[in-house]
């Protein structure tokens, strides 16, 4: 029997998004309509459970979204990706009993806008690590110092992800999770985004000054280095999924650019015919779908497989990493087809595929990099490198 999946994306909300995609882009300015039209149709509250007043969708639902609105606005998708993390790793917690974070799905349903401030400048550790100070209170909560960067929905965020280390005890330091409000003080978000693509996402620079997260707002007080916490499991199904998801939108827009150009131009040389008609042309196109179309059915599949608790072992982290490189080198490799047979046109700035293929860099720089990931890999078919 087919499933039945759920979508609260329509096509007439994607279209008034997309209109607006390039003039975002253009005057480097953050997508207030966009945002506006996505909380009515309620997609912030996509991953809040029904009695809590959401719509309860799963992980694959969600990414399927994704997909559709990053082929209408990568920026904007990407922005709204962050909130989404921080709202499904709490949905993903709670269905599988543990209500540490319900507070986040709570505060979701009532209307504030997640972002995700993990990222500091310099800092390869990325999650097993950090350069932020947090602070323990007398009450059980912590203030924390420091400067995340690549802080999507920077200029609306009313919450704030973040982490930090607490090295009060020096033989056991620990890496505290936890919410910050943004009215709470001790925060400052610069206006500093002005990045060669992805720049309606507004991903500025977030510095942490005091900034207090109370003792209901902390999520976890780890270990430093990696963690088989099913907090961190979460986070990583979750963000690399979703990231994951979002490059393949981008992807599957290119494709769909490159056969509309395929169609339309017309060969001098061959008598007016279609270059849709053109066997070399044709082998781009359907190189670029052959590569679409895996990075579709991978993506689909591993966020099904967290949905339904697929038993991948100890490789679970290696299926998510590996999810996250194949999905934004694949979009690079398809978008960079979509240009070759595209023509001239689309080498100016004014043309949606150039715009794309700003966009798709962006991959590279997101977690897990290509280092990490392959490191990842080879331990879990390997097992750890030997010391020495």
């Keep these: 029997m087919a499933r039945s999946l759920r979508t609260l994306l329509t096509d007439d909300l994607l279209a008034g998004i997309h209109a607006r995609a390039d003039a ?14 996505l909380v009515a149709a309620g997609y912030l509250r996509a991953f809040v459970p029904e009695h809590l007043g959401g719509s309860g969708l799963s992980l694959e639902e969600v990414a399927r979204e994704q997909v559709r609105l990053a082929g209408a606005a990568p920026a904007t998708a990407l922005a709204v990706n962050m909130h989404l993390v921080v709202t499904g790793l709490a949905a993903l917690l709670v ?31 990325v999650m097993f690590g ?43 330091p620990r890496l505290v999770h936890a919410v910050v409000a943004r ?19 507004q ?19 780890l270990p430093v280095g990696p963690s088989a916490d099913s907090f961190v499991f979460a986070l990583f199904a ?23 150009h395929a169609r339309r131009r017309t060969s001098f040389k061959h008598g007016g015919r279609s270059y849709a008609q053109d066997p070399d042309i044709r082998w781009r196109i359907a190189d670029a779908a052959l590569a679409q179309d895996g990075a579709e059915l991978q993506v689909f599949a591993l966020a099904r497989d ?17 999810l996250k490189v194949r999905a934004t080198e694949t979009a690079r490799v398809v978008v960079d087809l979509a240009l070759r047979v595209s023509g001239g046109g689309a080498y100016f700035t004014g043309s949606e595929l150039a715009r794309l293929y700003r966009d798709v860099l962006a991959g590279i720089y997101h977690p897990s990099d290509d280092e990490s990931a392959h490191a990842t890999l080879a331990t879990s078919v390997l097992g750890a490198p030997e010391e020495g």
Aim: proline share 3%; aromatic share 10%; charged share 25%.
């Design 95 to 125: 269905a599988r009993g543990d209500t540490s974070v319900e507070f986040v799905l709570r505060d979701a349903a009532a209307g504030e806008v997640f972002a995700f401030g993990n990222s500091e400048a310099g800092n390869d550790l």
């Design 183 to 201: 009215d709470g003080g001790g925060v400052e978000a610069r206006d500093d985004w002005d990045a060669l693509g992805m720049r309606a996402s």
């Design 306 to 322: 967290v949905d339904e608790q697929v038993d991948h072992g100890s490789r679970w982290f290696a299926q998510l990493v590996g």
């Design 203 to 221: 991903s500025a620079t977030t510095v942490l000054d005091g900034a207090y997260a109370p003792a209901d707002r902390v999520c976890r007080r």
């Design 130 to 172: 950090s350069r932020t100070r947090a602070v323990p209170q007398a009450d059980g909560g912590y203030r924390y110092h420091g400067t995340k960067i690549f802080t999507s929905l920077s200029p609306v965020w009313t919450r704030l992800a973040t982490f930090g280390l607490d090295d009060s005890d020096p033989d056991d």
């Design 24 to 37: 975002h882009d253009r005057d480097n300015t953050f997508p207030h309509d966009d945002l506006a039209d």
């Design 238 to 260: 979750v963000f690399e999924t979703l990231l994951a998801a979002v490059y393949t939108g981008i992807g599957r827009r290119a494709l769909e650019l490159g056969i509309g």
